[in-house]
C-alpha cells in the first residue's frame, strides 16, 4: 500500500489536486495553491504526484505547501487514469478534486455549503450539446441527422445525457464514487459502440478525454450534476480574455456572462473577430444581449487557445516561492554556521 507524506492537518473538508509528466504542470499546480490560500487558510491540500514531481518539490524545498503528499501510481498518471479513480483518494470526507489550471477567485465557504448535500457530483449542465465529447467541426451535422447522439442513448439505455465539466469533481460518499468511476471506464472501454470522438484528435490534446465516460456513468446512476453556470454563484467560469478583465495576480477577477445560454456558448469560438460578431448580432435582439459581470469561485483556464495568461503567472509565482525558498535556507545555513554547537547535538 502505498504510503502518504502527511505535511500538516487531515480535515473533514480538503481540497484533492494530481501532477503527473512535464514539471510545468506542477508549477501551474502550485500556482492554483497560491490563490487558493488568499481565500481559504484552513481546509488542507492534498497533491497526488509522481515520484518524479515529489523530488522537485523536496529539492526546491515546497513541500510545506500542501499538507499531504501521496504517491501516484503510473497506471494512474493520465486524465483518465486518474478521474476514473479518485475513489482510491477520499483523503477527507468531503473532498473536492480540483484541475491544475484553475486560479481561485474568492472565499469558498458558500461553494462548500452547496456542494454539502451531494454524494457525488462533477459540475456541469443538466443536458449536453451535439457537441459534448463528439465532432466539433461541421462533421457534427452528420451526428445529428443520422441522430447518433440517440442511438448512443437508446443503446446504453440512458434517457438523457449531462454535460460535464470534470475541473471540478465533489466526493463525500466512497461506495457511490467507486460505482461512478467503474462504471465510467466500463463505458470508455466500449467507446466504439458510441458516437464519442478521441479528444486526441483536437489540437494541443495528447490524452483522453474522462467527461463524456463520466457523464454517462452519472445518467446511467441518475446522479445530478452541480449546475455549472450560475451567474455570480458559478464555481467556475471559463477564462476567455475578451470576456475576462483581471490584474496581473488574478487578485481582481470580473467576468462578462451573458444571460442566455445559447448566446454564452459562443465563448469557446477560436475566432475571436468571429465570436465577438456573433456577441453584437445576437446583443440587437431582445434578451440576448443581457449580461451581468461575475467573479465566480474559480476561473478555468480550459481552452488552449487561451492559456498563456496562466502560464506566465504560473511562472511568476514560482520563481517567487523560489526566491523565498532559497532565502530561507541560506538563513538555516547561516543561523547553523553560527552554532556549531547545535549541530553537534
Excluded at 170 to 196: G, P, Q, W
Excluded at 303 to 327: I, M
Aim: proline fraction near 4%; glycine fraction near 4%.
Amino acid at each position: 500500500m502505498l504510503k502518504s507524506i502527511v505535511q500538516g492537518k487531515k480535515g473533514k473538508e480538503g481540497y484533492v489536486y494530481v501532477s503527473y509528466g512535464h514539471p510545468k504542470y506542477l508549477k501551474h499546480t502550485i500556482a492554483s495553491v497560491v490563490t487558493l490560500r488568499r481565500h481559504d487558510k484552513s481546509r488542507p491540500v492534498a497533491l497526488v504526484c509522481t515520484d518524479k514531481h515529489r523530488k522537485i518539490l523536496e529539492e526546491k524545498n515546497l513541500e510545506r505547501i500542501f499538507d499531504i503528499i501521496h504517491p501516484l501510481p503510473e497506471e494512474h498518471a493520465s486524465i483518465v487514469g486518474f478521474k476514473h479513480n479518485v475513489h482510491h483518494y477520499l483523503f477527507f470526507e468531503k473532498n473536492l478534486f480540483l484541475d491544475s489550471d484553475i486560479v481561485w477567485c474568492k472565499n469558498p465557504n458558500s461553494l462548500w455549503s452547496s456542494l454539502s448535500p451531494f454524494e457525488f457530483t462533477i459540475t456541469g449542465k443538466q443536458i449536453s450539446d451535439n457537441f459534448f465529447g463528439a465532432s466539433k467541426g461541421v462533421s457534427v451535422l452528420s451526428d445529428i441527422l443520422l441522430r447518433k447522439r440517440n442511438k448512443t442513448l437508446k443503446k446504453f439505455g440512458l434517457t438523457y445525457l449531462s454535460r460535464v465539466q470534470s475541473g471540478m469533481m465533489y466526493a463525500s460518499d466512497s461506495d457511490l464514487t467507486k460505482k461512478v468511476c467503474e462504471l465510467a471506464a466500463e463505458m470508455l472501454s466500449r467507446k466504439d459502440e458510441t458516437h464519442f470522438k478521441s479528444r486526441k484528435m483536437e489540437k494541443g490534446r495528447t490524452m483522453e478525454s474522462c467527461e463524456w465516460s463520466l457523464a454517462m456513468a452519472m445518467s446511467k446512476l441518475n446522479v445530478p450534476t452541480y449546475p455549472w453556470l450560475q451567474g455570480q454563484n458559478s464555481p467556475q467560469l471559463d477564462y476567455i480574455s475578451s470576456l475576462t478583465e483581471h490584474d496581473d495576480d488574478f487578485e481582481y477577477v470580473s467576468c462578462k456572462f451573458y444571460c442566455d445560454d445559447f448566446v454564452y456558448s459562443f465563448r469557446g469560438l477560436t475566432w475571436g473577430w468571429f465570436r465577438e460578431s456573433l456577441f453584437s448580432v445576437f446583443s440587437m435582439f431582445p434578451r440576448k444581449g443581457d449580461y451581468l459581470m461575475a467573479t465566480p469561485y474559480c476561473l478555468h483556464f480550459g481552452w488552449y487557445h487561451d492559456k498563456q495568461p496562466f502560464f506566465s503567472f504560473s511562472e511568476k509565482c514560482w520563481n517567487r516561492l523560489q526566491a523565498v525558498s532559497e532565502a530561507e535556507l541560506l538563513m538555516q545555513k547561516t543561523v547553523s554556521s553560527n552554532n556549531p554547537a547545535q549541530d553537534a547535538v
